[in-house]
């Protein structure tokens, strides 16, 4: 299997890729596959049967929300996250939904949308059914997984329908990535661009990273300047924009551009850069906790990781370019694909490691090659981040993606930052565990992780944590 690095880093919504962008993406799905062989015109009635993580969590993580939507015919990567609440208020208020904004059919979200906490379908913890059934009274039943990242499966994790791309440098380790680099003579950026050229043209390849920026770039700028309570029901107060207004001091700005122009003329202290990096992530996972745009990275729990890293490099580094952006995110883009491939970024499959973990190693390799880390240091760089993410647990109080999640990002973006640091003051030869090593022990990490503390809501501070929520 060979993973693009725009299937790792995409644009999207939040607050969840595996439990909203999937299910989304799995309605969206259902009546593709329905409507090759069928008429939708003849369908009288959808039911969504959510098992697993994505039933006990999927409230928090709008499930719910998001399987309305698909179902609707509303595509995540565009549509307007304003109307999200109006559109699913419509919907409970009639009792309708128009499947594909054309079919109308009575749907209840109340009675047509199940949660089954107690049953698990054997391919994977999100896993999903969607049962039509049509006027002549004839049932059909899909069945979906949302194995992490936004990828949905008929299968399950390890058996999945995934982009399987023929790339002339097929990598699907971190040795793979040394070793067309030596037998090649190759730097890091022209293997994985003459791999995204089997794909694309190299202007569509220019586009798509900048798309990805920009929307990084905007997510944080929104986050920062977004006040007042998270919704869910936790109560929890946006804290990014309190940061930020501090950190500004004062200084007027019009917009976005000036805003940026303002961060990088300045030499902040090592305390302002810790709070600056803290900033940048949170204001991504509030925007994310709150259904808003962003860029899903390779998760959107962990969505707020890649962000902070880049955005401070390109702040508060020397002259850094926009091809040096676009070389973050390239990077960055390859070694979650490793872990994607070697082990998992669903959480509901490995807890909190497969998402903060992973994304905190794509930030440290990204990082590492831009200060002029050699491959050899990126994947250094990457091992020492995911090595001291090892056994994180999954455990988001209320199935929210609000606590431990969003502080997590910054901590994960601190680590990212550190473990660049070590990897190129270090000797990669010197190393005594590669990336694969760690890779392999995430994974077998994963399989040995009680299933309480993946995604469930069942285990650690979800279970210690008094909460009352309400619909919000």
Same mark, same amino acid.
């Given at each position: 299997?060979?993973?693009?690095?725009?299937?790792?880093?995409?644009?999207?919504?939040?607050?969840?890729?595996?439990?909203?962008?999937?299910?989304?993406?799995?309605?969206?799905?259902?009546?593709?596959?329905?409507?090759?062989?069928?008429?939708?015109?003849?369908?009288?009635?959808?039911?969504?049967?959510?098992?697993?993580?994505?039933?006990?969590?999927?409230?928090?993580?709008?499930?719910?929300?998001?399987?309305q939507?698909?179902?609707?015919?509303?595509d995540?990567?565009?549509?307007?996250?304003?109307?999200?609440?109006?559109?699913?208020?419509?919907?409970?208020?009639?009792?309708?939904?128009?499947?594909?904004?054309?079919?109308?059919?009575?749907?209840?979200?109340?009675?047509?949308?199940?949660?089954?906490?107690?049953?698990?379908?054997?391919?994977?913890?999100?896993?999903?059914?969607?049962?039509?059934?049509?006027?002549?009274?004839?049932?059909?039943?899909?069945?979906?997984?949302s194995?992490?990242?936004?990828?949905?499966?008929?299968?399950?994790?390890?058996t999945?329908?995934?982009?399987?791309?023929?790339?002339?440098?097929?990598i699907?380790?971190?040795?793979?990535?040394?070793r067309?680099?030596?037998?090649?003579?190759?730097?890091?950026?022209?293997?994985?661009?003459?791999?995204?050229?089997?794909l694309?043209?190299?202007?569509?390849?220019?586009?798509?990273?900048?798309?990805?920026?920009?929307?990084?770039?905007?997510?944080?700028y929104?986050g920062?300047?977004?006040? @007042?309570?998270l919704?869910?029901? #936790?109560?929890?107060?946006?804290? %990014?924009?309190?940061? &930020?207004?501090? =950190?500004?001091k004062?200084?007027?700005?019009?917009?976005?551009?000036?805003?940026?122009?303002?961060?990088?003329?300045?030499?902040?202290?090592?305390?302002?850069?810790?709070?600056?990096v803290?900033?940048?992530?949170?204001?991504?996972?509030?925007e994310?906790?709150?259904?808003?745009?962003?860029v899903?990275?390779?998760?959107?729990?962990?969505?707020?990781?890649?962000?902070?890293?880049?955005?401070?490099?390109?702040?508060?580094?020397?002259?850094?370019?926009?091809?040096?952006v676009?070389?973050?995110?390239?990077?960055a883009?390859?070694?979650?694909?490793?872990?994607k491939?070697?082990?998992?970024?669903?959480?509901?499959?490995?807890?909190?490691?497969?998402?903060i973990g992973?994304?905190?190693?794509?930030?440290?390799?990204?990082?590492?090659?831009?200060?002029? @880390?050699?491959?050899?240091?990126? #994947?250094?760089a990457?091992?020492i %981040?995911?090595?001291? &993410?090892?056994? =994180?647990?999954?455990?988001?109080?209320?199935?929210?993606?609000?606590?431990?999640?969003?502080?997590?990002?910054?901590?994960?973006?601190?680590?990212?930052?550190?473990?660049?640091?070590l990897?190129?003051?270090?000797?990669?030869?010197?190393?005594?565990?590669?990336?694969?090593?760690?890779?392999?022990?995430?994974?077998?990490?994963?399989?040995?992780?009680?299933?309480?503390?993946?995604?469930t809501?069942?285990?650690?501070?979800?279970?210690?944590?008094?909460?009352?929520?309400?619909?919000?």
């Amino acid at each position: 299997m060979s993973i693009s690095i725009f299937d790792i880093i995409k644009v999207g919504v939040g607050p969840s890729s595996s439990h909203t962008m999937g299910p989304w993406l799995a309605a969206q799905q259902c009546l593709k596959d329905f409507s090759a062989q069928h008429d939708l015109t003849k369908i009288e009635q959808v039911r969504v049967l959510l098992y697993g993580s994505l039933a006990k969590t999927g409230k928090g993580h709008g499930t719910d929300v998001a399987v309305q939507l698909g179902l609707s015919g509303y595509d995540y990567k565009t549509m307007d996250t304003q109307l999200i609440q109006q559109v699913i208020n419509e919907i409970a208020q009639t009792n309708t939904l128009k499947l594909r904004q054309k079919q109308l059919i009575t749907f209840n979200p109340n009675i047509h949308i199940e949660f089954h906490t107690a049953i698990s379908l054997p391919g994977h913890p999100n896993g999903m059914q969607f049962v039509l059934e049509t006027y002549e009274k004839e049932i059909f039943s899909f069945t979906y997984y949302s194995i992490g990242g936004g990828f949905i499966s008929s299968d399950g994790e390890h058996t999945a329908t995934l982009p399987d791309h023929n790339f002339p440098y097929p990598i699907q380790k971190g040795e793979d990535l040394l070793r067309f680099c030596n037998e090649y003579n190759f730097d890091v950026i022209n293997l994985i661009e003459r791999n995204e050229l089997s794909l694309r043209s190299k202007e569509d390849i220019d586009a798509q990273l900048l798309l990805l920026w920009e929307t990084m770039k905007d997510s944080i700028y929104r986050g920062c300047h977004a006040q @007042g309570i998270l919704p869910g029901g #936790l109560n929890v107060m946006r804290r %990014a924009a309190k940061l &930020h207004h501090n =950190l500004m001091k004062g200084y007027f700005y019009e917009n976005e551009n000036q805003w940026l122009v303002y961060l990088r003329s300045q030499n902040p202290t090592f305390n302002d850069i810790l709070q600056w990096v803290s900033c940048f992530a949170l204001a991504v996972n509030e925007e994310n906790a709150a259904f808003g745009r962003i860029v899903t990275a390779p998760t959107n729990g962990a969505a707020g990781v890649v962000p902070a890293v880049l955005m401070y490099y390109y702040c508060f580094g020397e002259k850094v370019s926009e091809d040096k952006v676009k070389e973050f995110l390239m990077v960055a883009g390859q070694i979650g694909s490793i872990f994607k491939q070697g082990a998992t970024i669903s959480a509901a499959m490995g807890g909190c490691q497969a998402e903060i973990g992973v994304s905190s190693a794509m930030a440290a390799a990204a990082l590492t090659h831009c200060l002029g @880390g050699s491959i050899a240091h990126c #994947l250094m760089a990457a091992e020492i %981040a995911m090595e001291h &993410h090892l056994g =994180l647990t999954c455990d988001p109080v209320g199935g929210l993606v609000q606590i431990p999640c969003i502080e997590r990002n910054s901590m994960g973006a601190v680590k990212a930052i550190t473990a660049a640091s070590l990897a190129l003051n270090s000797d990669p030869k010197a190393a005594k565990v590669s990336l694969d090593a760690v890779v392999k022990t995430m994974w077998e990490t994963a399989l040995d992780m009680n299933h309480k503390y993946k995604e469930t809501s069942e285990g650690g501070l979800a279970l210690h944590i008094p909460v009352n929520l309400i619909e919000c």
